[in-house]
Protein backbone atom coordinates (compact mmCIF):
# COMPACT_ATOMS: atom_id res chain seq x y z
CA UNK A 1 0.00 0.00 0.00
CA UNK A 2 0.99 3.59 -0.20
CA UNK A 3 3.10 4.76 2.82
CA UNK A 4 1.08 6.50 4.83
CA UNK A 5 3.87 9.79 5.36
CA UNK A 6 3.01 9.96 1.66
CA UNK A 7 -0.55 10.11 2.05
CA UNK A 8 -0.07 12.29 5.32
CA UNK A 9 1.85 14.72 2.98
CA UNK A 10 -0.21 15.42 0.25
CA UNK A 11 -3.45 15.55 2.12
CA UNK A 12 -1.30 17.83 4.43
CA UNK A 13 -0.07 19.97 1.38
CA UNK A 14 -3.46 20.47 -0.37
CA UNK A 15 -5.02 21.47 3.02
CA UNK A 16 -2.35 24.14 3.00
CA UNK A 17 -2.76 24.97 -0.51
CA UNK A 18 -6.64 25.82 0.34
CA UNK A 19 -6.40 27.42 3.70
CA UNK A 20 -4.00 29.85 2.38
CA UNK A 21 -6.22 30.59 -0.44
CA UNK A 22 -9.28 30.95 1.61
CA UNK A 23 -7.03 33.66 3.90
CA UNK A 24 -6.28 35.59 1.30
CA UNK A 25 -8.99 35.59 -0.51
CA UNK A 26 -11.01 36.80 2.84
CA UNK A 27 -8.59 39.47 3.67
CA UNK A 28 -9.94 42.60 2.25
CA UNK A 29 -6.33 44.13 2.47
CA UNK A 30 -4.95 41.89 -0.19
CA UNK A 31 -7.97 40.08 -1.79
CA UNK A 32 -8.28 42.65 -4.76
CA UNK A 33 -4.47 42.23 -5.47
CA UNK A 34 -4.43 38.09 -5.12
CA UNK A 35 -7.16 37.94 -7.10
CA UNK A 36 -5.78 40.09 -9.63
CA UNK A 37 -2.36 37.96 -10.08
CA UNK A 38 -4.30 35.15 -10.10
CA UNK A 39 -6.05 36.56 -13.04
CA UNK A 40 -3.12 37.60 -14.94
CA UNK A 41 -1.60 34.45 -14.53
CA UNK A 42 -4.05 32.41 -15.53
CA UNK A 43 -4.18 30.19 -12.25
CA UNK A 44 -7.47 29.09 -10.53
CA UNK A 45 -7.61 27.03 -7.41
CA UNK A 46 -9.97 24.57 -6.14
CA UNK A 47 -10.30 21.79 -3.50
CA UNK A 48 -7.92 19.41 -4.59
CA UNK A 49 -6.98 21.42 -7.87
CA UNK A 50 -4.42 23.70 -9.43
CA UNK A 51 -5.26 24.30 -12.87
CA UNK A 52 -3.41 26.77 -15.35
CA UNK A 53 -3.91 28.50 -18.78
CA UNK A 54 -1.88 30.43 -21.48
CA UNK A 55 -1.64 31.78 -24.44
CA UNK A 56 1.92 31.91 -24.66
CA UNK A 57 1.62 29.03 -26.70
CA UNK A 58 -0.55 29.96 -29.61
CA UNK A 59 2.35 31.09 -31.98
CA UNK A 60 4.09 27.61 -31.58
CA UNK A 61 0.68 26.00 -32.12
CA UNK A 62 0.11 27.93 -35.42
CA UNK A 63 3.21 27.30 -37.00
CA UNK A 64 2.83 23.72 -36.01
CA UNK A 65 -0.20 23.90 -38.15
CA UNK A 66 0.95 25.38 -40.80
CA UNK A 67 3.67 23.25 -41.75
CA UNK A 68 3.27 21.31 -45.04
CA UNK A 69 -0.87 21.65 -45.32
CA UNK A 70 -0.52 18.72 -47.32
CA UNK A 71 0.94 16.47 -45.38
CA UNK A 72 -0.82 17.70 -42.06
CA UNK A 73 -4.28 16.87 -44.74
CA UNK A 74 -3.27 13.24 -44.79
CA UNK A 75 -2.22 13.20 -41.02
CA UNK A 76 -5.32 13.84 -39.08
CA UNK A 77 -7.41 11.97 -42.18
CA UNK A 78 -5.49 9.16 -40.90
CA UNK A 79 -5.87 10.03 -37.50
CA UNK A 80 -9.55 10.17 -38.27
CA UNK A 81 -9.66 6.71 -39.49
CA UNK A 82 -7.89 5.49 -36.97
CA UNK A 83 -10.32 6.99 -34.24
CA UNK A 84 -13.24 5.86 -36.03
CA UNK A 85 -11.77 2.46 -35.55
CA UNK A 86 -10.21 3.06 -32.60
CA UNK A 87 -13.83 3.72 -31.44
CA UNK A 88 -15.81 1.02 -32.02
CA UNK A 89 -12.45 -1.33 -31.41
CA UNK A 90 -12.31 0.22 -27.89
CA UNK A 91 -15.87 -0.75 -27.24
CA UNK A 92 -14.75 -4.62 -28.25
CA UNK A 93 -11.82 -4.18 -25.81
CA UNK A 94 -13.80 -3.39 -22.97
CA UNK A 95 -16.24 -6.04 -23.38
CA UNK A 96 -13.97 -8.39 -23.71
CA UNK A 97 -12.19 -6.81 -20.39
CA UNK A 98 -15.25 -6.70 -18.65
CA UNK A 99 -16.23 -10.52 -19.27
CA UNK A 100 -12.16 -12.11 -18.19
CA UNK A 101 -13.00 -9.67 -14.89
CA UNK A 102 -16.11 -11.52 -14.04
CA UNK A 103 -14.69 -15.01 -14.73
CA UNK A 104 -12.07 -14.19 -12.75
CA UNK A 105 -14.31 -12.88 -9.71
CA UNK A 106 -16.69 -16.00 -10.14
CA UNK A 107 -13.40 -18.50 -9.96
CA UNK A 108 -11.86 -19.66 -6.53
CA UNK A 109 -8.44 -19.31 -7.52
CA UNK A 110 -8.44 -16.01 -10.34
CA UNK A 111 -5.45 -16.56 -12.48
CA UNK A 112 -4.73 -14.85 -16.04
CA UNK A 113 -5.24 -11.21 -15.01
CA UNK A 114 -1.81 -11.00 -16.87
CA UNK A 115 -3.84 -11.48 -20.22
CA UNK A 116 -5.96 -8.53 -19.56
CA UNK A 117 -4.77 -5.83 -21.84
CA UNK A 118 -6.07 -3.41 -19.76
CA UNK A 119 -6.11 -3.35 -16.49
CA UNK A 120 -6.70 -0.44 -13.54
CA UNK A 121 -3.73 0.72 -11.59
CA UNK A 122 -3.73 1.55 -7.94
CA UNK A 123 -0.94 3.25 -6.92
CA UNK A 124 0.93 1.34 -4.24
CA UNK A 125 -1.47 -1.57 -4.81
CA UNK A 126 -0.43 -3.06 -8.18
CA UNK A 127 2.08 -0.01 -8.87
CA UNK A 128 5.00 -0.01 -6.94
CA UNK A 129 5.82 3.18 -5.13
CA UNK A 130 9.14 3.65 -6.39
CA UNK A 131 8.27 3.60 -9.77
CA UNK A 132 5.50 6.92 -8.85
CA UNK A 133 7.81 9.21 -11.07
CA UNK A 134 7.54 6.88 -14.45
CA UNK A 135 3.88 7.24 -13.58
CA UNK A 136 3.33 10.21 -13.48
CA UNK A 137 5.86 11.68 -16.16
CA UNK A 138 4.05 9.07 -18.42
CA UNK A 139 0.74 10.68 -17.95
CA UNK A 140 1.74 14.36 -17.93
CA UNK A 141 3.88 13.53 -21.71
CA UNK A 142 0.75 11.75 -22.93
CA UNK A 143 -1.77 14.14 -22.04
CA UNK A 144 0.61 16.91 -23.29
CA UNK A 145 0.82 15.38 -26.55
CA UNK A 146 -3.00 14.39 -26.45
CA UNK A 147 -3.74 18.20 -26.39
CA UNK A 148 -0.85 19.02 -28.78
CA UNK A 149 -2.88 16.80 -31.21
CA UNK A 150 -6.03 18.59 -31.04
CA UNK A 151 -4.99 22.11 -30.92
CA UNK A 152 -2.98 21.90 -34.50
CA UNK A 153 -6.10 20.21 -35.78
CA UNK A 154 -8.41 22.73 -34.81
CA UNK A 155 -5.67 25.17 -35.96
CA UNK A 156 -5.55 23.61 -38.90
CA UNK A 157 -9.36 23.70 -40.18
CA UNK A 158 -9.69 27.44 -38.93
CA UNK A 159 -11.13 26.97 -35.15
CA UNK A 160 -9.07 29.57 -33.44
CA UNK A 161 -6.90 28.48 -29.96
CA UNK A 162 -8.37 30.28 -26.80
CA UNK A 163 -5.05 28.71 -25.19
CA UNK A 164 -3.20 26.22 -23.72
CA UNK A 165 -3.13 25.02 -19.86
CA UNK A 166 -2.31 22.45 -17.55
CA UNK A 167 -3.78 21.09 -14.30
CA UNK A 168 -3.25 18.54 -11.09
CA UNK A 169 -6.02 16.85 -9.48
CA UNK A 170 -5.03 15.72 -6.52
CA UNK A 171 -1.64 13.95 -7.75
CA UNK A 172 -2.68 13.24 -11.59
CA UNK A 173 -0.80 15.96 -13.51
CA UNK A 174 -2.65 17.05 -17.63
CA UNK A 175 -3.35 19.28 -19.83
CA UNK A 176 -5.95 20.79 -22.42
CA UNK A 177 -6.67 22.87 -24.87
CA UNK A 178 -9.19 25.76 -25.25
CA UNK A 179 -10.85 26.57 -28.15
CA UNK A 180 -13.09 28.63 -29.35
CA UNK A 181 -16.33 26.73 -29.67
CA UNK A 182 -18.20 29.21 -32.24
CA UNK A 183 -15.57 28.20 -34.75
CA UNK A 184 -16.16 24.32 -33.95
CA UNK A 185 -19.64 24.64 -34.45
CA UNK A 186 -19.27 25.88 -38.03
CA UNK A 187 -16.96 23.67 -39.91
CA UNK A 188 -18.27 20.44 -41.16
CA UNK A 189 -19.00 17.27 -39.06
CA UNK A 190 -15.63 15.13 -40.95
CA UNK A 191 -13.48 17.95 -39.76
CA UNK A 192 -14.92 18.24 -36.28
CA UNK A 193 -13.96 14.21 -36.27
CA UNK A 194 -10.37 14.94 -37.64
CA UNK A 195 -10.03 17.87 -34.69
CA UNK A 196 -11.88 14.79 -32.19
CA UNK A 197 -9.63 11.96 -33.43
CA UNK A 198 -6.26 14.11 -33.29
CA UNK A 199 -6.10 13.20 -29.57
CA UNK A 200 -6.10 9.14 -29.78
CA UNK A 201 -4.01 9.33 -32.92
CA UNK A 202 -1.06 11.19 -31.36
CA UNK A 203 -1.53 8.94 -28.12
CA UNK A 204 -1.23 5.89 -30.64
CA UNK A 205 1.59 7.37 -32.65
CA UNK A 206 3.28 8.00 -28.89
CA UNK A 207 3.23 4.47 -28.48
CA UNK A 208 4.61 3.81 -31.17
CA UNK A 209 7.36 5.84 -31.12
CA UNK A 210 7.82 4.79 -27.57
CA UNK A 211 7.86 0.89 -28.86
CA UNK A 212 10.48 1.87 -32.07
CA UNK A 213 12.99 3.70 -29.02
CA UNK A 214 13.07 0.77 -26.84
CA UNK A 215 13.97 -1.56 -30.06
CA UNK A 216 16.33 0.55 -31.38
CA UNK A 217 17.72 1.31 -27.98
CA UNK A 218 20.78 -1.20 -27.86
CA UNK A 219 21.78 0.23 -30.99
CA UNK A 220 21.60 4.12 -29.88
CA UNK A 221 23.13 2.95 -26.48
CA UNK A 222 25.57 0.69 -28.06
CA UNK A 223 29.29 3.36 -27.63
CA UNK A 224 28.15 3.40 -24.21
CA UNK A 225 26.76 -0.18 -23.19
CA UNK A 226 26.78 -3.80 -24.57
CA UNK A 227 24.51 -6.45 -24.49
CA UNK A 228 23.87 -9.88 -24.66
CA UNK A 229 27.51 -11.00 -22.16
CA UNK A 230 25.05 -11.51 -19.12
CA UNK A 231 22.00 -9.76 -16.71
CA UNK A 232 23.98 -6.93 -14.94
CA UNK A 233 22.57 -6.68 -11.57
CA UNK A 234 21.93 -3.21 -10.21
CA UNK A 235 19.77 -3.55 -7.18
CA UNK A 236 19.62 -6.02 -4.17
CA UNK A 237 16.66 -6.20 -1.80
CA UNK A 238 17.62 -5.92 1.32
CA UNK A 239 17.13 -9.02 3.96
CA UNK A 240 16.07 -10.75 0.65
CA UNK A 241 17.86 -14.41 -0.55
CA UNK A 242 19.86 -12.64 -2.37
CA UNK A 243 21.78 -10.59 -0.42
CA UNK A 244 24.21 -11.34 1.89
CA UNK A 245 28.53 -11.99 2.00
CA UNK A 246 28.00 -15.15 -0.57
CA UNK A 247 24.88 -13.10 -2.19
CA UNK A 248 24.61 -11.08 -4.64
CA UNK A 249 26.06 -7.41 -5.16
CA UNK A 250 25.34 -4.52 -7.61
CA UNK A 251 27.26 -4.54 -10.92
CA UNK A 252 27.92 -8.55 -10.63
CA UNK A 253 27.14 -10.17 -14.17
CA UNK A 254 24.80 -13.42 -14.24
CA UNK A 255 25.96 -15.39 -16.69
CA UNK A 256 24.36 -19.10 -15.71
CA UNK A 257 21.79 -20.26 -13.76
CA UNK A 258 22.69 -24.29 -13.39
CA UNK A 259 23.45 -25.32 -16.81
CA UNK A 260 21.20 -22.54 -18.26
CA UNK A 261 22.85 -19.93 -19.90
CA UNK A 262 21.77 -15.96 -19.06
CA UNK A 263 22.49 -13.57 -21.99
CA UNK A 264 20.22 -11.17 -20.52
CA UNK A 265 17.25 -10.30 -18.51
CA UNK A 266 14.40 -12.39 -20.44
CA UNK A 267 16.67 -15.27 -19.98
CA UNK A 268 17.18 -14.88 -16.86
CA UNK A 269 12.94 -14.70 -15.81
CA UNK A 270 13.20 -18.13 -18.56
CA UNK A 271 15.90 -20.03 -16.60
CA UNK A 272 14.02 -19.73 -13.42
CA UNK A 273 10.28 -20.54 -15.02
CA UNK A 274 12.72 -23.51 -16.30
CA UNK A 275 14.34 -24.72 -13.31
CA UNK A 276 11.10 -24.10 -11.09
CA UNK A 277 8.87 -26.60 -13.49
CA UNK A 278 11.92 -29.30 -13.64
CA UNK A 279 12.78 -31.69 -11.16
CA UNK A 280 15.86 -31.01 -8.76
CA UNK A 281 19.24 -31.31 -10.78
CA UNK A 282 22.18 -33.35 -9.24
CA UNK A 283 25.61 -33.41 -8.93
CA UNK A 284 28.60 -35.91 -9.68
CA UNK A 285 29.98 -36.79 -6.37
CA UNK A 286 33.06 -39.25 -6.08
CA UNK A 287 31.69 -42.57 -4.68
CA UNK A 288 34.32 -42.16 -1.67
CA UNK A 289 33.12 -39.46 -0.42
CA UNK A 290 29.38 -40.91 -0.26
CA UNK A 291 30.98 -43.63 1.39
CA UNK A 292 32.20 -41.46 4.34
CA UNK A 293 28.89 -39.48 4.68
CA UNK A 294 27.23 -42.02 4.32
CA UNK A 295 23.81 -40.96 6.59
CA UNK A 296 21.18 -43.67 6.23
CA UNK A 297 20.84 -44.43 10.21
CA UNK A 298 20.44 -40.37 10.82
CA UNK A 299 17.58 -39.82 7.96
CA UNK A 300 14.10 -38.84 8.64
CA UNK A 301 11.08 -37.93 6.97
CA UNK A 302 10.14 -34.09 6.92
CA UNK A 303 6.01 -33.24 7.66
CA UNK A 304 5.84 -33.07 4.09
CA UNK A 305 6.83 -36.96 3.28
CA UNK A 306 10.36 -35.01 1.81
CA UNK A 307 13.89 -36.76 3.59
CA UNK A 308 16.25 -34.86 5.74
CA UNK A 309 19.66 -36.02 7.08
CA UNK A 310 21.20 -33.13 8.46
CA UNK A 311 21.21 -31.74 11.34
CA UNK A 312 18.62 -28.17 12.04
CA UNK A 313 21.48 -26.73 13.38
CA UNK A 314 23.63 -26.79 10.38
CA UNK A 315 24.22 -23.79 7.85
CA UNK A 316 26.55 -25.03 5.60
CA UNK A 317 25.73 -29.07 5.21
CA UNK A 318 22.71 -30.10 2.53
CA UNK A 319 21.44 -33.80 2.29
CA UNK A 320 21.71 -35.33 -0.51
CA UNK A 321 19.77 -38.45 -2.02
CA UNK A 322 21.60 -41.64 -4.38
CA UNK A 323 21.21 -44.55 -5.69
CA UNK A 324 23.56 -47.52 -6.13
CA UNK A 325 24.02 -50.88 -7.52
CA UNK A 326 23.31 -52.25 -4.14
CA UNK A 327 21.18 -49.65 -2.42
CA UNK A 328 17.77 -48.26 -4.20
CA UNK A 329 17.80 -45.03 -1.74
CA UNK A 330 20.67 -43.58 0.18
CA UNK A 331 21.01 -40.45 1.69
CA UNK A 332 24.67 -38.48 2.69
CA UNK A 333 25.00 -34.97 4.73
CA UNK A 334 27.42 -33.01 2.29
CA UNK A 335 28.83 -29.90 2.42
CA UNK A 336 26.69 -28.28 -0.14
CA UNK A 337 29.43 -25.28 -1.43
CA UNK A 338 32.64 -27.97 -1.38
CA UNK A 339 30.11 -30.90 -3.26
CA UNK A 340 28.76 -28.46 -5.92
CA UNK A 341 31.53 -25.98 -6.54
CA UNK A 342 33.74 -28.11 -8.38
CA UNK A 343 31.16 -31.11 -10.04
CA UNK A 344 29.48 -30.98 -13.27
CA UNK A 345 25.42 -31.65 -12.95
CA UNK A 346 23.58 -34.67 -13.86
CA UNK A 347 20.01 -36.65 -13.98
CA UNK A 348 21.14 -40.03 -13.24
CA UNK A 349 24.18 -42.21 -12.46
CA UNK A 350 24.71 -42.52 -16.10
CA UNK A 351 25.91 -39.18 -16.52
CA UNK A 352 28.67 -39.28 -13.93
CA UNK A 353 30.29 -42.17 -15.64
CA UNK A 354 32.92 -40.15 -18.27
CA UNK A 355 35.58 -39.62 -15.82
CA UNK A 356 38.16 -41.68 -14.13
CA UNK A 357 37.15 -42.18 -10.32
CA UNK A 358 33.55 -43.63 -9.94
CA UNK A 359 31.09 -40.87 -9.59
CA UNK A 360 27.12 -41.07 -8.50
CA UNK A 361 24.28 -38.84 -9.18
CA UNK A 362 23.12 -37.12 -6.12
CA UNK A 363 20.31 -35.14 -6.18
CA UNK A 364 19.34 -32.35 -2.98
CA UNK A 365 16.45 -34.13 -0.82
CA UNK A 366 14.77 -30.42 -0.10
CA UNK A 367 11.12 -29.51 0.96
CA UNK A 368 8.43 -30.01 -2.07
CA UNK A 369 8.48 -26.70 -4.64
CA UNK A 370 12.21 -25.39 -3.32
CA UNK A 371 15.42 -25.89 -5.31
CA UNK A 372 18.86 -25.09 -5.03
CA UNK A 373 20.09 -23.43 -7.91
CA UNK A 374 23.72 -22.42 -8.64
CA UNK A 375 24.40 -18.82 -9.64
CA UNK A 376 27.22 -17.66 -11.52
CA UNK A 377 27.89 -14.30 -11.11
CA UNK A 378 31.37 -12.61 -11.99
CA UNK A 379 33.00 -11.32 -10.64
CA UNK A 380 32.19 -13.07 -7.32
CA UNK A 381 31.93 -16.64 -6.40
CA UNK A 382 28.93 -19.06 -7.29
CA UNK A 383 26.10 -17.98 -5.22
CA UNK A 384 24.26 -21.16 -3.74
CA UNK A 385 20.20 -20.37 -3.43
CA UNK A 386 18.30 -22.69 -1.59
CA UNK A 387 14.18 -21.96 -1.42
CA UNK A 388 11.69 -21.22 -3.71
CA UNK A 389 12.68 -19.97 -7.16
CA UNK A 390 10.39 -17.14 -7.37
CA UNK A 391 11.90 -15.60 -4.46
CA UNK A 392 15.25 -15.20 -6.10
CA UNK A 393 13.58 -14.41 -9.66
CA UNK A 394 12.11 -11.09 -7.47
CA UNK A 395 14.64 -10.40 -5.02
CA UNK A 396 17.42 -8.75 -7.53
CA UNK A 397 16.85 -5.88 -10.21
CA UNK A 398 18.82 -6.64 -13.59
CA UNK A 399 19.07 -5.05 -17.02
CA UNK A 400 20.85 -5.65 -20.08
CA UNK A 401 23.12 -3.13 -20.70
CA UNK A 402 26.55 -3.47 -19.28
CA UNK A 403 28.69 -0.29 -19.28
CA UNK A 404 31.58 0.02 -21.45
CA UNK A 405 33.35 2.68 -18.98
CA UNK A 406 33.44 2.45 -15.12
CA UNK A 407 31.76 5.84 -14.74
CA UNK A 408 29.07 5.16 -16.89
CA UNK A 409 25.79 5.09 -14.34
CA UNK A 410 24.11 1.30 -14.35
CA UNK A 411 20.64 2.86 -13.53
CA UNK A 412 20.48 4.82 -16.96
CA UNK A 413 19.52 1.98 -19.38
CA UNK A 414 17.02 0.70 -16.92
CA UNK A 415 15.27 4.51 -16.62
CA UNK A 416 15.01 4.91 -20.06
CA UNK A 417 13.48 1.53 -20.76
CA UNK A 418 11.27 1.83 -17.92
CA UNK A 419 10.12 5.34 -18.87
CA UNK A 420 9.57 4.21 -22.54
CA UNK A 421 7.27 1.06 -21.11
CA UNK A 422 5.47 3.28 -19.05
CA UNK A 423 4.57 5.58 -21.81
CA UNK A 424 3.85 2.96 -24.64
CA UNK A 425 1.42 1.62 -21.92
CA UNK A 426 -0.36 4.95 -20.18
CA UNK A 427 -0.22 6.28 -23.60
CA UNK A 428 -2.36 3.29 -25.61
CA UNK A 429 -4.61 3.30 -22.82
CA UNK A 430 -5.04 6.85 -22.73
CA UNK A 431 -5.88 6.56 -26.72
CA UNK A 432 -8.50 3.54 -25.59
CA UNK A 433 -10.13 5.18 -22.80
CA UNK A 434 -10.75 8.32 -24.51
CA UNK A 435 -12.13 6.52 -27.28
CA UNK A 436 -14.47 4.62 -25.68
CA UNK A 437 -18.25 6.59 -27.06
CA UNK A 438 -18.70 7.60 -23.28
CA UNK A 439 -19.68 10.83 -21.38
CA UNK A 440 -16.86 13.32 -21.00
CA UNK A 441 -14.69 11.57 -22.55
CA UNK A 442 -13.14 12.33 -26.53
CA UNK A 443 -15.16 9.18 -27.81
CA UNK A 444 -18.75 11.48 -27.09
CA UNK A 445 -17.60 14.33 -29.33
CA UNK A 446 -16.17 11.97 -31.78
CA UNK A 447 -19.73 9.68 -31.97
CA UNK A 448 -21.76 12.40 -32.56
CA UNK A 449 -19.55 14.15 -35.18
CA UNK A 450 -19.45 10.44 -36.97
CA UNK A 451 -22.98 10.69 -36.76
CA UNK A 452 -23.67 13.55 -38.10
CA UNK A 453 -21.49 12.66 -40.87
CA UNK A 454 -22.61 9.05 -41.77
CA UNK A 455 -26.38 9.31 -40.64
CA UNK A 456 -27.39 12.95 -41.95
CA UNK A 457 -28.90 11.94 -44.90
CA UNK A 458 -30.61 8.29 -43.57
CA UNK A 459 -31.90 10.01 -40.09
CA UNK A 460 -32.77 13.75 -41.63
CA UNK A 461 -34.27 14.91 -37.97
CA UNK A 462 -31.52 16.00 -35.81
CA UNK A 463 -33.50 15.37 -32.46
CA UNK A 464 -33.75 11.46 -33.58
CA UNK A 465 -29.43 11.27 -34.51
CA UNK A 466 -29.01 12.95 -31.08
CA UNK A 467 -31.22 10.11 -29.19
CA UNK A 468 -29.47 7.82 -31.15
CA UNK A 469 -25.88 9.00 -29.78
CA UNK A 470 -27.16 9.65 -26.78
CA UNK A 471 -28.11 6.28 -26.00
CA UNK A 472 -25.06 5.11 -27.72
CA UNK A 473 -22.87 7.13 -24.73
CA UNK A 474 -25.23 5.80 -21.82
CA UNK A 475 -24.00 2.32 -22.98
CA UNK A 476 -20.14 3.28 -23.39
CA UNK A 477 -20.69 5.15 -19.64
CA UNK A 478 -21.69 2.50 -17.97
CA UNK A 479 -19.24 -0.35 -19.93
CA UNK A 480 -16.41 1.99 -18.96
CA UNK A 481 -17.60 2.70 -15.30
CA UNK A 482 -18.21 -1.07 -14.92
CA UNK A 483 -14.96 -2.10 -16.12
CA UNK A 484 -12.89 0.62 -13.56
CA UNK A 485 -15.51 -0.54 -10.71
CA UNK A 486 -14.41 -4.26 -11.05
CA UNK A 487 -11.10 -3.48 -11.88
CA UNK A 488 -10.95 -1.21 -8.66
CA UNK A 489 -12.52 -3.87 -6.52
CA UNK A 490 -10.30 -7.02 -8.06
CA UNK A 491 -7.38 -5.18 -7.34
CA UNK A 492 -7.97 -3.58 -3.99
CA UNK A 493 -10.69 -6.43 -2.48
CA UNK A 494 -9.02 -9.66 -3.44
Given at each position: ?136 VAILVSGLIHEFGHGVAALREQVRLNG ?112 AHQPQSGYCVPTATLQLNRAAGRAYKR ?58 CVIPSLENQTRLIRVKHAPQADMLFVG ?107
Amino acid sequence: MIPIPVVVCVLGGWCAVYLLDTALRSSPSVKSSYESWLSANGLSLSPFHIRWHTSLFNRLFARCAHFNPSFLYLWFSAGMVFGVVAMFGSVVLLSRTLMQTLAQMMAETPEGSHEQVLQVVVPGVNLPVSQLAYFFVAILVSGLIHEFGHGVAALREQVRLNGFGMFMFVIYPGAFVDLFTTHLNLISPVQQLRIFCAGVWHNFMLCVAAVCFLLLLPLLLFPFYYTGAGALVTEVVEDSPSSGPRGLFVGDLITQLEDCSVKGVEDWHSCIHQLAHQPQSGYCVPTATLQLNRAAGRAYKRLDGTMECCSNSSLTDLCFAYSSNLESKLFACLPARKTIQASRTCRTNADCQTGFSPSLCVIPSLENQTRLIRVKHAPQADMLFVGYPSHLQFSVSLTNFVPRLGFLHLDLPVMLETLSKYLVSLSGALAVVNAVPCFALDGQWMLTAFLEATLHSLVPEKSSRELLGFFILLGGSALLAANVALGLWMVTAR
